[in-house]
């Protein structure tokens, strides 16, 4: 079966830097386009990241923009997610997610056209 693992989240102080990990099997990693999304308590999973199969199309949240940098590496079945400049806001759980393409160079934003999830891995940023 599909298996979407996340792995170093933890707890930092504002303006230091995290790497998340996600580790894919059970699928052709690198026919999906990937995502990282995040939920704060109270609020809604909104996106963060997204990058395409073929690596060439990347799509960042404004609130992210300059300060997070998603990347996969297609022979390892892993995509990451580079933090730097954290912010109290960042605090959340972080989970990647794999997307079906609907063609080359695909990705989505839409949290519900994701097709796994992964369990998600805490980040906590204090002031």
């Known amino acids: 079966q599909v298996q979407l693992v996340e792995s170093g989240g933890g707890l930092v102080q504002a303006g230091d830097s995290l790497r998340l990990s996600c580790a894919a099997s059970g699928l052709t990693f690198s026919n999906y386009a990937m995502g990282w999304f995040r939920q704060a308590p109270g609020r809604e999973r909104e996106f963060v990241a997204a990058?395409?199969?073929?690596?060439?199309?990347?799509y960042y949240a404004d609130s992210v923009k300059g300060r997070f940098t998603i990347s996969r590496d297609n022979a390892k079945s892993a995509v990451y997610l580079q933090m730097n400049s954290l912010k109290p806001e960042d605090s959340a759980v972080y989970y990647c997610?794999?997307?079906?393409?609907?063609?080359?160079?695909?990705?989505?934003?839409?949290?519900?056209?994701?097709?796994?999830w992964g369990q998600g891995t805490q980040v906590t940023v204090s002031s």
């Open positions: 997610a794999a997307n079906v393409p609907k063609g080359p160079n695909y990705i989505t934003t839409v949290s519900s056209r994701y097709d796994y």
């Open positions: 990058i395409s199969s073929t690596y060439d199309k990347i």
